[in-house]
RNA sequence: GGCGCGUUCGUCUAGUGGUUAGGACACAGCCCUCUCAAGGCUGGUGCACGGGUUCGACUCCCGUACGCGCUGCCA
């Protein structure tokens, strides 16, 4: 038996993917997806002045980029369609003159406004519960303008007729939304229809407790898309934002998400946003890639860093990646982390170099050089058995010459595993960096 | 101002009358260790406040405070 479940997302192109929006069509999806409905994406461009194919493609490639696909909108097509609210006046004139015809409508300075019944609407949220709206002061709720004088619709009149045109059983949309719920209630009522089903999510707030806004560094999905996190990773996080499986699970694949997911387990205060655990479990997911979708991401995000891997071997840079597999949460920390491997004009960290390039530094990494040109084959293996002898030898402890060795070589006190990043870079490498080093004393 | 919604560690949350209030992120310490991570262990911090109801309230009711939303010819 088919589902009729049928939810929408109806984002407006401002030009960006909103991170709180990004939630809401996550939610509308996962229901959907739970009960095997119908996923649509509506655009509600009805202020035609800025709204661009440029500005719309923020939302496709936010959706997409976290896997929310749509079954119906743009692109796609479907059977309710056109999806573009630019596209669908001649609908919205039919509807308001059905409207006129059963009197609920008149005219202001120019502009229609839709004749409030004037009674108490109970709202009854699947999340928020029933809730009881007095409209009967016609000073605290004014009768709503649906159409300006310019003749442009306003946002409440054609959300809810596109809503009931394209047969939406469930509206998922933003707590900002509850207050107006009643007015778009009491239009259902008049054009002779049933509402839909509702249910108001709580919002994301900033770490301060304010509103997200376009202006916040994290607001938009574009950013975590240019800093390298992992679709899966936000979309996880983006899950716990007001919604768990109630088990203490946090890390949980997409498809049981989808399996659990309840509306009625939506929480009801608003969340901040925390951008420390979403980098923590970007890196839950980072860290289970597979080899080859590490590397090709890492190639990807180092191509648009100033590192630049064009005079190097594949074989070479594979390796140097492999390295640091496993050691960052996020793919933007990479060029700081593994530049080394691909330039030898790197300075030295200033407070590393205070710490680990001192007078008794000198003679250890001496013995150090010397000890590696007297290697045969020059792999991790040997390295370290080389590195711990010469410690030996010197009565010092491993980590007085591993430290400047790392130094001398990465010009960091952090980063991969010495002994293999020693390896990758090359016995000649090696030696030259530790003797521009060692000319520093 | 009016109306609506909310309030459990700093943050995300579990919890629906009787719990040593649990988990995670972050933080601190320890272990492991070639650094950093990862992993393991340990630690501190929480039921906004005041009244009820009840043998017993984080849990139910009423206030207060604080936060947020709506109150547009924004969406």
Known sequence: MPSDVRVRFA?????????????????????????????????????????????????????????????????VGGEFG????????????????????????????????????????????????????????????????IRRPDGSWIFHFVNVIDDL?????????????????????ELIRALGATP??????????????SKM?????GARVEYYIQRGYLPAAVRNYLCLLGWSPKDNREKLDIDEIIRIFDVKNIGRSSAIFDPDKLHWLNGEY??????????????ARLKSSSVTLDNYPEKYVRAALQTCKGKINTFDELPAYCGFYFTDDF?????????????????RLKAVREAFSALETFDAAEIEVALKSTAAKLSVKVGAIVHPTRLAVTGSNVGPSLYHLLEVLGKETVLARIDRALAMF
Not at 113 to 142: M, Q, W, Y
Not at 286 to 299: H, W
Request: charged share 30%; glycine share 8%.
């Open 11 to 75: 984002p407006s192109p401002t030009g960006y993917l909103h991170i709180g929006g990004a939630r809401t069509a996550l939610f509308n999806w996962l229901f959907a997806r739970h009960h095997g409905g119908k996923f649509v994406l509506r655009i509600e461009d009805t202020d035609m002045k800025r709204n661009t194919e440029e500005a719309m493609s923020a939302i496709y490639q936010g959706l997409e980029w976290l896997g929310l696909n749509w079954d119906e909108g743009p692109h």
């Open 82 to 145: 056109p999806y573009l609210q630019s596209e669908r006046t001649e609908l919205y004139e039919r509807y308001l003159r059905k409207l006129q015809d059963a009197g609920h409508i008149f005219e202001d300075q120019g502009a229609m406004r839709f004749r409030s019944p004037r009674e108490h609407v109970i709202v009854d949220d699947i999340v928020c519960g029933k809730i009881d709206f007095d409209l009967s002061n016609p000073a605290t709720h004014p009768d709503m303008t």
């Open 196 to 209: 839909p089903h509702y249910a108001h999510i709580p919002l994301i707030l900033n770490r301060d407790g």
């Open 347 to 363: 300075d030295y960290d200033p407070q590393s170099a205070a710490k680990h390039f001192t007078p008794e530094s000198k003679p």
């Open 213 to 217: 806004s376009k202006r916040d560094e």
């Open 165 to 185: 045109e394209m047969k939406i059983s469930h509206v998922i949309r933003g707590e900002d939304h509850l207050s107006n719920t009643p007015k778009h209630i």
């Open 286 to 299: 980072a860290r289970e890639l597979g080899d080859d979708e590490f590397y090709e991401l890492a190639v």
